[in-house]
């Protein structure tokens, strides 16, 4: 009877790590294929691009396919990026364990948790109050304690916690909004596309310095919309 119970909690224990493993080798390819090859070069951004399990923010159905080179949907008609897309934006901001950053779209926490991995603190937004929650519980059940997720509408930042020494905004807005230029810190970045939801629209980067601001134009990109909340009793102090 007890090797039996052995040899079944043998079998369970290889079956759960042949499964870490598998999902560990797609990703570790992922990196080689999709993000070295295309010029990533920070240490922690590729590290962490190796260590967060993409497949657990979005629904299992689509097994492998979490680690293709494409955006997926996730729910309430949202997208979760391309690795490639996530691994820029955070190489772009350059993190490092002693900045503390905001994001904007939290939408299934990936991007948040990659972040995390880079930085000192996340602080994250997202407007779809469903999306807010699940993506609350993933980031805690993986033990992201460094990263505090908000339900509510991101353009007016959080000020509270600011100046961020890191701004990520993740969905597309026709213009960077003001109360994101005045939180972001003094040598701080912020990265957003700019452009007409539909349309292909451009990554640009917003640097401060001596208070003075600089716009950069990176690369054209394609994301979901920065939307408004309507203005009721609820989020008008938002
Ligand atoms: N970073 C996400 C991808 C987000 S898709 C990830 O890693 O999965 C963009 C997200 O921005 C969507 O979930 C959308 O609901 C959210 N969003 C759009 N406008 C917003 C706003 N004004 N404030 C906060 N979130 C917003």
């Not at 590290?47 to 955006?71: C, N, Q, T, W």
């Not at 969905?171 to 810190?185: F, G, H, T, V, Y």
Request: avoid cysteine; glycine fraction near 8%.
């Amino acid at each position: 009877m007890n090797a039996i119970i052995f040899i079944l909690y043998f079998v369970i224990i290889e079956t759960s790590l042949i499964q870490v493993d598998k999902y560990a080798a797609i990703r570790n390819k992922m990196v080689e294929t999709q993000i070295e090859a295309r010029g990533i070069n920070n240490a922690s951004v590729l590290k962490a691009m190796r260590k967060v399990p993409r497949h657990l923010f979005i629904s299992a159905e689509y097994g492998d396919d979490a680690y293709g080179d494409y955006p997926l949907p996730i729910s309430y008609g949202q997208t979760i990026s391309q690795p490639y897309i996530v691994a820029y934006m955070t190489e772009i901001v350059k993190p490092s364990k002693d900045k503390k950053a905001l994001e904007i779209g939290t939408g299934s926490g990936y991007q948040a948790a990659v972040l995390a991995e880079t930085v000192d603190s996340v602080f994250t937004i997202e407007i779809v109050n469903e999306l807010a929650v699940a993506a609350s519980a993933t980031l805690k059940k993986l033990g992201y304690n460094n990263v505090t997720v908000r339900s509510g509408d991101g353009y007016n930042g959080w000020v509270e916690h600011a100046p961020f020494d890191i701004i990520l905004v993740t969905a597309a807005a026709e213009r960077i909004p003001q109360p994101l230029i005045d939180q972001l810190a003094d040598g701080g970045r912020l990265v957003i596309p700019v452009g007409q939801s539909g349309n292909t629209q451009e990554l640009q980067l917003v640097t401060k310095r001596k208070g003075k601001i600089e716009i950069s134009r990176l690369l054209y990109v394609r994301f979901v919309p920065f939307r408004r909340a309507e203005k009721t009793d609820n989020n008008k102090a938002g």
